[in-house]
């Protein structure tokens, strides 16, 4: 089998224009970058055709490191609609350059299921995250040079909430001090960095709905507290329309292509980790716009994207997804069912058995929310019949819908099985309205709560002083209506990354920080030793990285 790259380059692309008109967009309307990638005005975005379209959410089991592909699956089911004569498009999430070049490599799908040009796309693509990565920095440095050129006058914060973003992978810079030296070089302070997905203002791209929007939350991005207790924000500091002009362009959605040449957007890329993991309102629905069916991804497992995507995108954005396609592979259920890393390869139906508790929890917990549910199981090379059996079979008794994905392999046609199972699902058994995990008048302790026991199976969450700190100074701005967005372990249910399986043994949640997302309208609750910053593997992928012949290689 051929890496994704060599695939990537065997495909001879179609002009961006091309794909464009198979959905009906106006080519006159697209700003190129090449002739293979396009940004569309939001102005096309139409609010009828939104409401008429079939929006699938597609999410996974809880991930493991041997991978689940719930990219790959997303590519390849718009792929399976269109074989079978639909108008899909998919709605997907930039990746970022630090999981490209650090453990996970790619990100735009894989084998004969990928987005299209994906060496562009993984790596500076239209230079969204460069402006969000340089409009989080400014933002830093006007403060900063507020702070200096100020406290003559008795201007001085008593607290700053703002750090610095980054997007590499660098723990070297996860606490940093800075104006060191000489009088000149600014005030000296703690500061850090995370990566620039976890940055609010990929957060506020990510949930804007227009333009005017995205300046409104700009401007009510909180800084910190001045020395007499009072919050200061970005409107405070009169730079809102510098930062909208930074993001004018990256506000527009991305239009690429599929290995099928069919039209696929990729924009916005926050990690469901540690932020709310969804690409952008803004790309959802000018898909929808043009798309009769749209498949979006939600990141990590269901635990965190998908709860994500229903609560915090479909509640501000009043998205109603018609299905959830929820992601599982042999190899994933083999690990939750306690078999080691390197035997799950290996048949082995008495660990697959045990592994469907993972699976099975996320089922009710998407019935939660009123999903009808569908299982995809992405099929590797070296699975077996006989467990694929096992959790067709297993399904069937769950009353939920199964299909094997094949996409990687053979592209729209090992996903037309898939295709024919949602559209048949759609049409007579489609997802009843939203039931959210929380309502917007519970407290911040009530909503991560409910989220922790409900959804995680956790007995208990308990608040450090520093969370409860937070909390009430959330509770004086009003950020307590806000939804609230866990950031926590992707590995487990739990915040410990090792409890694999359905982690129903009883666990407590420690909520240690809580960053406040004025502009984003957002409360991140920090769980247990998630950081914000990741740090780079014993041998990182950039070491597989390189121009060979004038062709990348390694970048898969």
């Not at 723990?171 to 060191?180: A, E, K, N, P, S």
């Not at 609560?311 to 083999?334: E, F, H, M, N, Y």
């Not at 939750?336 to 592994?355: Q, T």
């Not at 993972?358 to 070296?382: C, E, P, W």
């Amino acid at each position: 089998m051929k890496s994704d790259i060599e695939i990537a380059r065997s495909i001879k692309l179609a002009e961006i224009d091309e794909v464009a008109a198979k959905c009906g967009m106006p080519t006159s309307e697209l700003e190129h970058y090449g002739h293979y990638i396009a940004k569309v005005p939001v102005k096309l975005i139409d609010r009828t055709k939104v409401d008429k379209s079939n929006l699938i959410l597609v999410t996974a089991i809880t991930p493991t490191k041997a991978g689940i592909g719930k990219t790959t699956v997303s590519v390849g089911l718009a792929l399976g609609l269109n074989k079978i004569g639909k108008n899909a498009i998919c709605a997907l999430r930039e990746p970022s350059l630090g999981p490209c070049f650090g453990m996970k490599g790619g990100a735009a799908g894989g084998g004969y299921a990928q987005v299209l040009p994906m060496d562009k796309i993984n790596l500076h693509f239209t230079g969204d995250f460069h402006a969000i990565t340089s409009a989080h920095n400014m933002i830093t440095a006007l403060l900063d040079n507020y702070m200096y050129q100020n406290q003559d006058k008795g201007f001085a914060m008593k607290e700053v909430l703002w750090n610095r973003v980054m997007d590499v992978n660098d723990r070297g810079l996860r606490y940093i001090v800075t104006g060191l030296g000489g009088k000149t070089n600014g005030i000296t302070r703690e500061s850090a960095f995370d990566i620039t997905p976890a940055s609010e203002i990929m957060a506020i791209l990510c949930l804007a709905t227009d333009e005017n929007d995205l300046r409104r939350r700009i401007e009510n991005i909180l800084l910190g507290y001045t020395i007499d207790n009072k919050p200061f924000t970005v409107k405070d500091l009169g730079v809102a329309g510098a930062i909208t002009v930074l993001l004018k362009d990256a506000i527009a959605p991305n239009l690429v292509q599929t290995t099928e040449h069919t039209p696929a957007f990729v924009h916005g890329g926050p990690f469901a980790n540690i932020a709310h993991g969804c690409n952008s309102i803004l790309a959802t629905k000018m898909a929808m716009t043009f798309g009769d069916y749209v498949i979006t991804e939600a990141g990590f497992g269901a635990d965190l994207g998908a709860e994500k995507f229903f609560d915090i995108k479909c509640r501000k954005a009043g998205l109603q997804p018609k299905l959830t396609v929820i992601v599982a592979t042999a190899q994933g259920l083999k690990m939750h069912g306690g078999v080691s890393v390197d035997a799950i390869k290996e048949p082995n139906m008495e660990g697959l058995k045990h592994g469907l508790a993972n699976l099975d929890k996320h089922i009710r917990n998407m019935r939660s929310f009123g999903q009808t549910v569908v299982v995809a199981f992405n099929r590797y090379a070296n699975d077996v019949d006989e467990e694929i059996e096992m959790v067709r079979r297993h399904c069937e008794e769950m009353g939920v819908g199964f299909a094997v994905n094949n996409a990687f392999a053979e592209g729209g046609a090992g996903a037309v099985e898939l295709a024919n199972l949602v559209v048949d699902t759609i049409e007579k058994r489609p997802s009843a309205p939203l039931r959210m995990a929380y309502d917007d008048n519970d407290s911040i302790e009530e909503k991560v709560t409910k989220i922790a026991c409900n959804l995680y199976g956790a007995t208990s969450v308990t608040f450090s002083a520093v969370a409860k700190k937070k909390i009430k100074m959330a509770e004086e701005l009003g950020y307590d209506k806000f939804p609230v967005c866990i950031a926590k372990t992707q590995y487990s249910f739990s915040t410990d990354p090792k409890l694999y399986g359905a982690a129903e043994n009883g666990f407590t949640v420690n909520v240690r920080d809580i960053v406040l997302n004025g502009g984003a309208e957002m409360v991140v609750a920090v769980a247990g030793d998630i950081m914000r910053m990741p740090g780079l593997p014993k041998e990182p992928q950039a070491l597989h990285i390189d121009i060979v012949n004038g062709e990348i290689e390694g970048l898969s």
